[in-house]
C-alpha cells in the first residue's frame, strides 16, 4: 500500500514538473498515466491556462524544418543520450532531467523552438535508432541526422528524406555552421537513397549494403541519400 501511495506520489510530481515545462495532455498521459481530465485539469490549475490543442509533432523530420530547431533538437539529443537511465523506452525522470539540462544551456531565444514535446519525439527516436548524432566535419560539432533506418522508416511518408532537389526537412546539413554533408561511395561519389554508387562504379563498401538493407522495403528513389 505504502508503494503504491509512494509512486502515485511520484508520478504526480513528475506530471507537474511536465506540465510546467510546457507539455501537452497526451504527453501526461503517457508518461504519467494520469487520466485525461486529470492530465487537462493539472495543466490548467498549474499553469492557469487551459491544455493548449492543436497536431502534436510525428517525427524529427517535422520538427527540424528550421535550423535553429535543427540545432536546439541535436543538442537536446546529445543531452538526452548522455543522462538517460533507460535506454529502451521514454521516461518522464530521463525527459524531465534533460530537457532542464537544454534550458540551462542556452538563450530563451534559442531553446524555445523546441517544445517538451517536440523533445519527446526526437527522445523516441534516438531510441528507436532512427536519428542518429553525426560530428561535421567542418566544425566538429555533432548534429541530429537520420541513420538508414531512419531514411527507410520516413521514405514514404516524408518524400523530402530522400529528395534533396527539394527544400524541405532534410536533417543534412549541419545546423551549427550549415555545412551540408552526404553518404559517398569510397569512389567518392554519391550514393543514392537507395545505397547505390550514383557513378555505378559497382564498390561493395559497407555503407552502401547498410542502407540497401534498411530501404529494402521503402520506395526507391534516385536521389543522393542524407549524410551520417
Not at 557513378?199 to 534498411?214: F, I, M, N, T
Request: proline share 6%.
Amino acid at each position: 500500500m505504502n508503494g503504491s501511495i509512494a509512486r502515485s506520489h511520484q508520478r504526480q510530481g513528475q506530471a507537474i514538473a511536465l506540465a510546467l515545462m510546457g507539455a501537452r495532455t497526451p504527453l501526461l498521459i503517457e508518461l504519467c498515466h494520469v487520466s485525461t481530465a486529470g492530465a487537462r485539469a493539472l495543466i490548467r490549475e498549474v499553469t492557469g491556462a487551459p491544455p493548449r490543442g492543436g497536431a502534436t509533432p510525428s517525427c524529427a523530420c517535422t520538427i527540424c524544418k528550421l535550423p535553429a530547431t535543427h540545432l536546439a533538437a541535436s543538442v537536446f539529443a546529445a543531452i538526452y543520450r548522455a543522462t538517460r537511465t533507460d535506454t529502451r523506452r521514454l521516461t518522464a525522470p530521463d525527459l524531465i532531467l534533460s530537457y532542464g539540462m537544454l534550458l540551462e544551456c542556452g538563450t530563451s531565444e534559442q531553446i524555445d523552438c523546441l517544445s517538451i514535446d517536440a523533445a519527446a519525439v526526437i527522445a523516441r527516436e534516438v531510441i528507436s535508432g532512427h536519428c542518429i548524432l553525426t560530428e561535421c566535419k567542418d566544425c566538429g560539432e555533432h548534429f541530429l541526422t537520420l541513420s538508414p533506418s531512419g531514411i527507410a522508416a520516413r521514405a514514404a511518408t516524408v518524400p523530402d528524406v530522400v529528395n534533396t532537389s527539394r527544400k524541405g526537412a532534410r536533417l543534412q546539413a549541419c545546423p551549427f555552421c550549415r555545412h551540408e554533408v552526404a553518404w559517398h561511395c569510397q569512389c567518392g561519389a554519391r550514393l543514392t537513397a537507395s545505397g547505390e554508387c550514383s557513378h555505378a562504379c559497382g564498390s561493395d563498401d559497407p555503407r552502401q549494403r547498410e542502407l540497401r538493407r534498411a530501404t529494402r522495403r521503402a520506395p526507391g528513389a534516385d536521389n543522393p541519400a542524407p549524410g551520417v
